[in-house]
């Protein structure tokens, strides 16, 4: 017995030739929405839902999600193969279930001494900021929820060792900006006036820090985790935002320029994580920079992803198949 519940709005609706083996309706006018509360024997239990809407001269307009159908059909999707996934694949030969299975569990065994291997450099008594460049790496691989608990813990040390504090004597607005995103993505309490020690004696954003392109890019990225209310950082989005456009006409250096311009089409906040990890691994990988356990790692977590994704896709699929 499944329990499905459809929202739609109550102006000027209603529900007609409703049909089904079981069902209740439950009307809630006071919040002004209506809840459809069905109760069906199963997915294929001939279960219709029809809605209108009645204009004033009695027309009756039907309400169509006007769908179209995929553009895959079903015999390429069963046919998708990835040799990353590890678990038996329903439907298909026993032989390239057995090897499906192999190859799957070969990498995973992988992706195992890579993650322990990780959390040994996340362990590590090093400096703050270095810390603070793993998390962010992390994050933007998007291999960051293998270590929740380890990223949980150097966050707190580095508020508990007032970091941000040592950092402004330093003046670095790259290290401050950085910790203040990430503590406000793991939702710890950080205000916005430790960028109150890059103003001059004016209140605005001093422009020595033109030069640092890291701490700009660091600086605008930041500002997108704000709260109502707080003018700092709509002061520091708009100084940041207003060079990143002039580097971006000045600069030569082609693979900085290409990430200020991801940048500024939008922020790492409002990014699909998923998405957004498949770009940063051809980024770093032509940085050439990265340490290549963490490369690995990322590659290998976003093609064992994929291979479920894919499963996902072939199952919805047979099902709709079984429907019809």
Known sequence: MSLIRFHLPISKLSVSNLVSNDCNVRRYANYQSLFVMLKSNGVG????????????DNVIVRQCANYQPPMWKDDF???LHNEFGYFTIFF???STSKQSVGSGKTYKKRFNQLKGQVKTLLGERRDSLEQLELIDVLQRLGISYHFRSEIKDILQRTISNKFYEEDKKKNSLYATSLQFRLLRQHQFHIFEDVF??????????KTCFYEDINGMLSLYEASFLSTKGETVLEEA???AVKYLNEFIKSSKDELKVEMVEHALKLPLHWRIERLEARWSIDIYERIGTLNPILLEIAKLDFNMVQSIYQE?????FRLQSYDC
């Open 45 to 56: 239990g001939g279960m219709c839902l029809k809605a209108s809407t009645q204009s004033d």
């Open 77 to 79: 999707i069963q046919s």
């Open 92 to 94: 298909s030969s026993e």
């Open 196 to 205: 109150n020690a890059f103003k001059d004696e004016m209140g605005n954003f």
């Open 237 to 239: 989005k708009c100084f």
């Open 312 to 316: 996902d896709l072939k199952y919805a």
